[in-house]
């Protein structure tokens, strides 16, 4: 496109001069369309994230002999379902739910909401502990979805030696791939709209 | 135009495309099984609910997965309906069972769309409107270009069914015949969807129909505040209206010389506003009347309706409200009504049907019971009352509760 562009330039004017302010401009231009579609994508992820953010949050905080009691809290009264992937290792041993409200599957625990406002699981970590939780939330009447999130105070829980992984929570409510994604082509497509607008001002 | 040949042409193509789309989607046919009802029972109990839930999210590593859609609904149905099939009874008495949430309806009425809207039923669960509703841009914005399937005397059959609706709603009272019409054809071909026939224009049903619709939808704390805003208003014209001796009107419909009598919703709305229509005991509901008996009982207010007829100006769309003040101009010039209480009193009043004929009629009422009885009118703000309405329960802009474009005069 850029090719292009300068060589009807070219044809029509043939001077050099011109070409040359025209090659300062454009890259000017496209320089500015590129941090405008820059912002445009990361203001689009900060509305997306802030959304969702704070939906199902998770706090982590040491319990006894090598155990972290994980508390879930899930913000207003809903009918979603909790993945919660542990890292290698890690054995659930305790859930606040009854016992047809959740499933644990090797490293992974399955938790279906009813209208609980807080969830606890008791977890044992392994004696070399890697990894982190990773979870993901849906809500099934709203039809929406997310990451769990870390503490809204973004402290995790100060009580937990930095070594536990299980202190490090996902981060706080990351926007989905397909979200990203949106966003990404949505500031593409601006970002072309705008060039395809410059190159035919004048 | 097209002749009774046309018309069977029509008959016996519509079979066939209703057989073809049944054909291609069986699975718009209604479920009677409530989803999430594992063991039959007919309650989504709240075990059902979880294991549905932990099916689905361990669909990928254990065991096959609960359909989303299923889940979905069955989610819906144990919040909004307690776990079990709803049973609505509408406005014309027939009772329907729904084993499921309505996700893409057909309405054909506007006041049942606008009473929807109150409720919070949003345009993703509409799957198409009449022509009338589509071409309403300021009341109804978000259903310009949306798709529609006629009218109710001019009914889209081919387009309704395509559409895979999973309801239709339908008037119950007015234009009865034709709304049978469509009920008897479209269930003819898809005997299993629920046709609603709901008014929700009439004032003396208007909030047991938007209670069944707030049943249908599942908000019934939304409706529950409907209600209490429509009682609250008509609470203070009540107070209004029995403050002073009811004065004679004269109400005129959008045709000279048609007025309304008992019987007729219009005369209701004079009655509820405090007022005493000279025309109560006319057998007809809407009688054409000999101008000199207007003269005779000498009205000490006049309403004149606009909106429709050649008196289309004003209202939403706001176009030609000049107009109310030449329609005002020409009442006082009628012959011989100089000398009327009402023209003498200055209280001829015109008042636009978007306010009045609907489920907006609270708003209409206020006016009219604050033009009726002005000195007990203290607590009646209809502006303020309009704007309310359309900003907390329409979610359109206040701002389109000017005053010019519905009364005249304003003040």
């Known amino acids: ?202 | 135009m097209p002749g009774k040949g046309g018309d069977e042409a029509m008959n016996r193509m519509v079979p066939c495309v209703i057989a073809a789309i049944l054909v291609l989607s069986p699975l718009v046919m209604a479920d009677a099984a409530l989803p999430g009802d594992l063991d039959g029972n007919g309650v989504i109990a709240r075990e059902e609910l979880a294991s549905s839930i932990l099916a689905r999210l361990s669909s990928g590593t254990t065991a096959p997965g609960t359909p989303l859609t299923d889940l979905r609904d069955a989610a819906w149905i144990y919040v909004h309906w307690g776990g079990t099939a709803r049973t609505v009874t509408d406005s014309s008495g027939k009772s329907l069972t729904l084993t499921r949430p309505l996700r893409r309806i057909i309405v054909m009425n506007s006041e049942t769309l606008e009473t929807m809207r109150s409720l919070g039923v949003t345009r993703e669960r509409i799957a198409a409107v009449d022509k009338f509703i589509a071409q309403k841009p300021e009341f109804f914005p978000e259903y310009a270009g949306h798709p529609s399937v006629g009218s109710i005397w001019a009914p889209d059959y081919e387009k309704m069914l395509a559409m895979r609706p999973d309801a239709l709603f339908l008037y119950a009272s007015v234009s009865r015949a034709e709304c049978d019409e469509i009920e008897r054809r479209v269930t003819l071909s898809r005997p299993d969807l629920p046709v609603f026939r709901i008014d929700c224009y009439r004032p003396e049903t208007y909030l047991d129909d938007a209670a069944r619709l707030a049943e249908i939808f599942g908000a019934e704390e939304k409706g529950a505040r409907l209600a209490g805003f429509y009682t609250d208003a008509l609470k203070k014209v009540d107070a209004a209206a029995s403050s002073s001796a009811p004065p004679e009107v004269y109400f005129e419909t959008w045709n000279d010389f048609k007025t309304v009598a008992r019987g007729s919703g219009y005369h209701d709305k004079v009655t509820m506003a405090g007022g005493a229509n000279i025309f109560r005991d006319n057998p007809a509901e809407y009688p054409e009347i000999d101008p000199e008996s207007i003269l005779a009982r000498k009205p000490g207010v006049v309403i004149k309706l606009a909106g429709s007829g050649k008196y289309v100006f004003g209202g939403y769309s706001g176009e030609n409200s000049t107009r109310f003040a030449e329609v005002r101009d020409a009442l006082i010039g009628r012959a011989g009504w100089s000398s009327t209480p009402a023209v003498r009193d200055g209280r001829v009043y015109v008042l636009h049907n978007a306010i009045v004929g609907g489920p907006q009629y609270l708003i209409g009422v206020t006016y009219m019971a604050k033009w009726f009885h002005p000195d007990g009118a203290e607590d009646l703000d209809p502006e303020s009352l309009h704007r309310t309405y359309l900003q907390e329960f329409q979610g359109l802009d206040p701002g389109l509760a000017r005053p010019d474009r519905f009364v005249f005069p304003a003040t």
């Open chain 1, 1 to 202: 496109m850029m090719n292009c562009y300068f060589f009807i330039h070219i044809l029509r004017d043939y001077n050099h001069y011109y070409l040359l302010y025209h090659i300062q401009r454009t890259i000017h231009m496209m320089r500015g369309h590129l941090i405008a579609g820059t912002i445009l994508l990361l203001l689009f992820a900060v509305v997306v994230q802030g959304a969702f953010a704070g939906v199902v949050e998770r706090s982590v905080e040491p319990a006894e002999q090598s155990t972290y009691r994980v508390v879930l809290t899930i913000a207003g009264e809903r009918v979603a379902g909790i993945t919660e992937v542990l890292p290698p290792g890690t054995e659930v041993r305790e859930v606040s739910l009854p016992a047809g409200q959740y499933r644990v599957d090797g490293t992974t625990l399955f938790l279906a909401v009813i209208g609980e406002p807080e969830i606890t699981y008791v977890v044992r970590a392994p004696e070399d502990p890697t990894g982190a939780i990773r979870g993901t939330w849906t809500d099934f009447v709203l039809d929406e979805g997310g990451t769990v999130a870390g503490h809204a105070d973004g402290t995790e829980s100060p009580q937990v030696p930095s070594a536990a992984p299980l202190t490090a929570g996902t981060p706080k409510a990351a926007p989905s791939l397909l979200l990203l994604l949106a966003g990404t082509m949505a500031g593409m497509a601006c970002a072309a709209r705008c060039r395809g607008k410059g190159g035919m001002r004048r």
